[in-house]
């Protein structure tokens, strides 16, 4: 069986042995005579499973007491929507205030605006989104209901280093492409949301990381199912939730935990990352597009300085089992997504095609 | 590898070569290096997916032309509120009618009173729930909005026979357990939802199939991942969907294209249930909970005449491979949840077992 190096943006390569016992166990779930997937989101396996996902989860990240986990459906954008209806009504200006710095970003204030009076607190959309804007948090009004930031910028491969110090106005972040990826101080943040497709499991379902006192704020009109405090009274059960994807979770943060956690998982990354950055920096075939004090490591955006030999560079790139590697629609050019589940091994790979590539066409 | 036949409400057993086939292509997508699960939504492989469960549905289903399939996120219980929010604009009146036939209908109605004014247009409650009531759409004001029914209930063990002409109202079912397991006129219809992880596949995604000229009326506060309309514009593709659930109805659909189609699978599953109920109704040891007018198809309930050896029952039943057979919380008592997957031999299994525990209990 052949596997190749997925590059692509998510929904993201799995680790192997991960991808390697779902499959052995999918359908007979551990003697079960039926596949985890086949089976109630009330059975006793399963109970197990979410509890399992909860204490790893919480032993891999550090996460407070105070903060609770919850298995929302809809991915990360319809959180778009139900950040802004549990906790804009936090006071009763309705006011929120969102950080520009690419595509989701955008996205994210244009749904809020549905809920209440949004203000865009910084952007960097004049320079195409090559940087993490200047923000000031003394700039707020101190009525803000809570400050919206994108931790990684999957399609302009920026990231915000540090994070800003909003104060008493609980700071939310959409960590979707970084939980997990890096080690992060969660009492800086209200709440952070994330898909799980980049760095925690398969796609469709998200995790809300939440502070307990900012739950029971939800608009009237908000439904019950993206209302969180639903979630946090039913431990996410409050009707049939994506059962199989909570156990692809469970299975990733077992690899976590057997790679050594996430101080371990953060250094590789930075190797992996650097690995790529060093053949951009050190050519001038290759031009990376976001500023350097920026940069992701999770997403390496670049382009050739000869924009025509693109086509040519992923064509040959997919020959050699290095798949995916095409920027955004929105951008163009190269992307690599190299989440915790691709290996050293993929990013070196990738290293000697481009030197390869630039050789020959240089 | 032992399989149970599998008797759960939901999630439920899926058709053993889909799981096969699905286990077989897990880490390795024909060819592709990677598993479904790990690739792009807007990959050309998936791309052939979406495209092709649309198309089987279409040939399976006889769904008119005028109707648009959805994928949307949440299952069935986020539609209690997508449908108010998409359609109770569609009168300025904002009034929808409900038909209470059980737990989740309740809970619907319930949902939808955030979003206008609602009204109990017949209940069975003061049964509990044991027969689907009388209901006379004339009595509905003309400038109702649409009018809900839950095709079939999973806790009760009921289902309608004959559907409610509504005539220029839109009539709304939440078909969650019954969609392409019974011959449906999709005319009656204005809008049908179901949780895929009864007959369709996994939990965590639901279809909607709606009437062209019911979208495009969403209440302004809609989330943008609750509107019909944001679905029908990106082919269920504004955000990253759940590409797995999708592909795993593919391949359910595929199978039951196989099997014959609809008009096989129903056949089948009224033999199916003929040979529970008969059991049934043969003996004074076994009690059924819905009138027989009335009853379900999909799930067959009932009590013991001597209710204190339900528990022995349940465990003896288990562990002769007939799993997950105990009912609801609210009810008690037994559920045979027979889906389309549920081969004759499991309901032949679990007669003899019926008449065996009868004679030595009786």
């Not at 990376?288 to 999770?298: E, P, T, Y």
Request: proline share 4%; charged share 20%.
């Amino acid at each position: 069986m052949k596997r190749v190096f997925n590059f692509g943006a998510g929904p993201a390569m799995l680790p192997t042995s991960v991808m390697e016992k779902a499959r052995d166990e999918f359908l007979d779930y551990r003697g079960l005579g039926a596949g985890l997937i086949e089976i109630s989101h009330r059975s006793k396996e399963f109970d197990a499973v979410i509890d399992r996902t909860d204490a790893l989860f919480r032993e891999l990240s550090g996460l407070p007491d105070n903060y609770r986990i919850l298995y929302v459906h809809g991915g990360a954008q319809m959180q778009f929507s139900a950040i802004p209806m549990n906790l804009i009504g936090l006071n009763p200006a309705h006011k929120a205030a969102y950080v520009e710095t690419g595509n989701f970003a955008s996205i994210a204030r244009k749904e809020a605006q549905r809920y209440g009076n949004i203000t865009v607190a910084a952007s960097s959309e004049s320079s195409n989104f090559d940087r993490i804007p200047a923000f000031d948090p003394a700039s707020l009004d101190a009525d803000t209901s809570y400050v919206h930031i994108t931790g990684n910028n999957t399609i302009f491969g920026t990231r915000w280093n540090q994070f800003p110090d909003t104060g008493k106005i609980p700071l939310v972040a959409d960590m979707t492409s970084e939980l997990l990826s890096r080690k992060l101080d969660y009492n800086q943040f209200g709440a952070i949301f994330a898909g799980l497709q980049k760095n925690l499991g398969p796609a469709g379902l998200a995790v809300v990381l939440i502070r307990e006192d900012l739950l029971g704020h939800a608009l009237p009109y908000t439904p019950a199912l993206l209302d969180y405090a639903v979630y946090n009274k039913s431990h996410s059960l409050q009707n049939t939730n994506n059962t199989f994807a909570i156990y692809m979770m469970c299975l990733v943060l077992e690899w976590l935990k057997e790679q050594g956690g996430v101080d371990v998982i953060e250094a590789r990354n930075e190797h992996k990352a650097k690995l790529i950055y060093d053949a951009i920096d050190s050519s001038d075939f290759y031009i990376g597009s976001a500023q350097k004090a920026d940069r992701s490591i999770m997403n390496v955006t670049f382009n050739l300085a000869k924009p025509e030999l693109s086509d040519t560079f992923l064509s040959e790139a997919n020959k050699q089992g290095l798949y995916a590697l095409k920027g955004h629609r929105l951008v163009g050019g190269i992307r690599a997504s190299i989440y915790n589940a691709m290996p050293v091994e993929g990013c070196e790979a990738l290293v000697a095609f481009m030197k390869d590539f630039e050789q020959r066409n240089g």
